[in-house]
């Protein structure tokens, strides 16, 4: 353990880089965590971290990683920027003996994750990647069951993310918005569907059902505009993924993500069953509760709905990280892994093949 790794009785202070809709969400989350602090925010644009700092309370504001990392008494850092700057930026601050907390996904390909999973192991500072559904206190106490063995050996998993901004104006009209646009453009530095949410869903079904060991993926550009075409933005990323996965425990599944369906403006499913019973999760429902068919149950199908308590999100977890010296999940290796998911399916959709994970 480094000596920055070491636990610390004072207050944890922290940065944030980039300043853009998420950043906002980590720094409510830090504020709620006792004894942590944002001192400092980093944005390439003064206009936009100087009203994220007046926003939040944050003393410093800076517009340049570096001389932020140079001057101010920080311990952590959170980046919250676009997927290209993950890599560069987490590798800075860990080099600069920095715990890291980085947004999802962790890089924009597996060859750059594993660079920043060794970057982390030689500074020997805390690292996470923020699969901010792993909040949710069902998917922990579900893993738990799972991995217990409560619902027997595994043989089938369903896993879905479904969004309705394509269709819809659920999240205001994303023809003009380029906040949205970007996430339809390649060239605007987008992986589509699959890089942006398809990134959570591989996490949210193999946190419980285990790793992917073969998949054979379809990533679809469906038409949206004349020419696939709005101003400065090329809608070529992928709107549609389907995955057809084989995990390393034999167990079959299907995973799948789309922005086009209208009714369900942000939903993920997950449905895994064994031999011994089936449970099953939906975030339209309150996500401290799962369902549940097993035991004595199976002969009837009959389901019972199971409330759980609350469990720290991601932020909270970093922080305590931080304070006692003990790693916590999901951590970059774990980022690498999804990615290396993430990049068999771009290979097999090219392919038109399965390929090994």
């Known amino acids: 353990m480094s000596a920055s790794s070491r636990p610390s009785r004072r207050s944890v202070r922290l940065a944030i880089i980039g300043t853009g809709g998420m950043a906002n969400q980590h720094a409510k989350r830090f504020h ?8 400092a925010a980093c944005d390439i644009d003064a206009a936009r971290v100087a ?3 007046a926003n939040h309370g944050i003393p410093a504001t800076y517009t340049d990683a570096k001389k932020m990392l140079a001057e101010a008494e920080i311990d952590g850092v959170a980046i919250v920027t676009p997927d290209a700057f993950h890599a560069p930026l987490a590798i800075q601050c860990l080099k600069a003996g920095k715990h890291v907390l980085c ?3 962790l890089a924009l390909n597996h060859a750059e994750a594993k660079r920043m999973v060794a970057a982390a192991q030689r500074a020997g500072t805390i690292n996470m990647v923020n699969f901010s ?3 949710w206190p069902a998917i922990q106490a579900i893993s738990k069951l799972v991995q217990a063995g409560k619902i027997g050996d595994l043989r089938h998993v369903e896993a879905s993310y479904l969004q309705a901004w394509l269709p819809s104006k659920i999240w205001g009209d994303w023809r003009v918005s380029p906040g949205w646009l970007w996430r339809l453009s390649k060239e605007h530095g987008s992986n589509g569907v699959l890089g942006d949410v398809g990134v959570h869903i591989v996490d949210f079904a193999t946190f419980p059902a285990g ?6 993926a379809q990533l679809k550009a469906f038409p949206k505009a004349p020419g696939d075409r709005i101003g400065d933005y090329q809608l070529d990323a992928n709107d549609s993924a389907v995955l057809n996965v084989t995990f390393a425990n034999g167990a079959l599944g299907t995973i799948h993500t789309t922005r086009w369906c209208g ?3 942000n939903r993920l499913f997950l449905k895994i069953a064994g031999t011994k019973g089936t449970i099953e999760f939906d975030s339209d429902r309150p996500v401290d509760s799962y369902r549940i068919c097993a035991g004595k149950d199976l002969d009837t199908c009959a389901w019972k709905e199971v409330t759980v308590k609350g469990t720290p999100h991601n932020q909270a977890r970093f922080v305590k990280a931080i304070r006692t010296g003990a790693p916590d999940q999901p951590d970059f290796a774990r980022g690498a892994a999804v990615q290396k998911v993430l990049d068999a399916c771009f290979e ?10």
Request: charged residues 20%; negative net charge.
């Open 32 to 39: 709620e965590v006792p004894g942590c602090t944002v001192v």
């Open 51 to 53: 009203e994220f700092a």
């Open 103 to 105: 947004e999802k996904p």
């Open 133 to 135: 559904y792993r909040d």
């Open 211 to 216: 790793p992917i060991a073969q998949v054979f």
């Open 263 to 265: 009714g369900h403006a």
């Open 348 to 357: 097999s959709s090219a392919q038109n093949a399965s390929v090994k994970v």
